[in-house]
């Protein structure tokens, strides 16, 4: 069979293709603009594209700049370049005859992509373009705040996506103050200040005792981030950066990490003002993005080389992740969830599993987890994440209702 080939470039087909492709990924949330269009022209031209394969990865490789894009990437580069009918239906486009790489069988087409498809498109089609029904499995309308806070990260589309990103940049975490070990001078107390009553006789000559009074200091506890990065949380781990990089823009002491394969310490890129570069320089440096997990290894190394130099004055943990570990709750995953929960004042576990209604903690992971957390909440939407501004701003407990029926189904 001979290898399919692409148009000539000098028809000008190939350059305006290339150009609504763009425009398509950037409808969809991916940051291109007209150099990388330029970009990708000149790459096709100068690899001298002759199969699929080649001309897959050419685009990729301009297009594609963080490794969540890659799924995005993915979708939209068999919804455009391999079904032509879709596109004509969608978009109203001349697309050459071109097929790309194999897209999995049954994968739902992602709302983002699908937002972005149907921008521009006519609101009544010509008779020609109806010819065969043509039907995209998403609901391409708005939806009001009430229904945006209820709905799954994973099914949003470009625009809520949008949305959900500036609820969050918008969202502030305070946390209860804590006492510490400190005191400041207060005006009247329960308890006497000797030292500064002995300075202020002295200064008084010795005539005149004033009695000066102090009471504990109080302070916002540090918060520290504990974020999980594989494959099956890249959808809700890529919008649990943007709630990290807010807390760590909105306060002080706030440390963050994600987890994989392996642990990677991300508490000075988020400190970035501008979010896209933030997560820019996260990607660069976290090397196991949509990978396995071994929770137990990366929590081990947490707790040897981290805990200790961000867990003091009653740190707060929030530790985010769906527990499927790849070691199936092998290598002291209990032993080391143990540990952390020793080592800080409340650990909170996130978990977006707990979005389906039927979900039982069976797994092994999950299992040794359970014990050793002091919360057990959902994080899937904008609701889960204001729903835990209220947890933590009421008094710690041991132990919740919630947690506790988890904790029989788990036993």
């Not at 291109?32 to 897959?56: E, M, S």
């Not at 109806?130 to 708005?142: D, F, Y």
């Not at 990089?245 to 991300?266: C, E, I, K, Q």
Request: proline share 6%; charged share 30%.
């Amino acid at each position: 069979m001979d290898t399919p080939r692409l148009p000539p470039a000098t028809d000008g087909r190939l350059v305006e293709n290339v150009m609504h492709f763009a425009r398509t990924l950037r409808a969809a949330g991916l940051p291109v603009g007209p150099g990388r269009v330029i970009d990708a022209v000149n790459a096709l031209k100068a690899v001298g594209v002759t199969n699929k394969a080649d001309f897959y990865w050419t685009l990729h490789a301009v297009f594609v700049s963080r490794r969540d894009q890659r799924d995005l990437f993915d979708q939209a580069f068999h919804v455009f370049w391999r079904n032509p009918d879709l596109l004509k239906k969608m978009m109203s486009l001349l697309l050459p005859e071109m097929t790309g790489p194999e897209q999995p069988q049954g994968e739902e087409i992602s709302r983002r992509l699908a937002d972005a498809l149907n921008e521009g498109r006519d609101s009544k089609p010509k008779a020609e373009e109806v010819e065969e029904k043509v039907e995209i499995e998403a609901t391409l309308t708005w939806s009001d705040r009430e229904l945006l806070n209820r709905m799954d990260f994973e099914k949003m589309s470009a625009e809520e996506w949008r949305e959900a990103r500036r609820a969050i940049a918008r969202l502030t975490l305070p946390l209860a103050e804590v006492t510490t070990r400190r005191f400041r001078p207060t005006p009247s107390g329960a308890r006497a200040d000797l030292r500064a009553t002995l300075r202020a006789a002295l200064r008084a000559g010795g005539d005149v005792i004033p009695l000066r009074w102090k009471k504990p200091r109080t302070r916002t506890p540090p918060l520290v981030v504990l974020c999980d990065i594989s494959g099956s949380m890249t959808r809700y781990s890529r919008m649990a950066l943007h709630f990290m990089h807010a807390l760590t823009n909105d306060r002080d002491r706030v440390y963050s990490f994600l987890f994989g394969t392996r642990l990677t310490n991300v508490t000075r890129d988020l400190r970035l003002k501008d979010v896209d570069a933030a997560l820019d320089r996260v990607a660069e440096h976290a090397e196991d993005w949509s990978g396995g997990t071994r929770i137990g290894q990366c929590l081990r190394e947490f707790n040897l080389r981290w805990s200790r130099r961000v867990l003091g004055q009653g740190a707060v943990v929030l530790f985010v992740s769906d527990g499927l570990d790849r070691d199936a709750g092998a290598g002291g995953l209990a032993r080391e969830v143990e540990r952390l929960h020793k080592s800080c004042r409340r650990l909170i576990w996130l978990n977006p599993l707990l979005r389906y209604d039927q979900f039982q903690p069976k797994s092994l992971g999950i299992r040794a987890i359970l014990p050793h957390v002091d919360e057990f909440r959902p994080a899937h939407n904008l609701a889960s994440m204001a729903e835990l501004v209220q947890v933590l701003n009421a008094p710690p407990t041991a132990t919740n209702a919630g947690l506790a029926k988890w904790r029989e189904k788990a036993a």
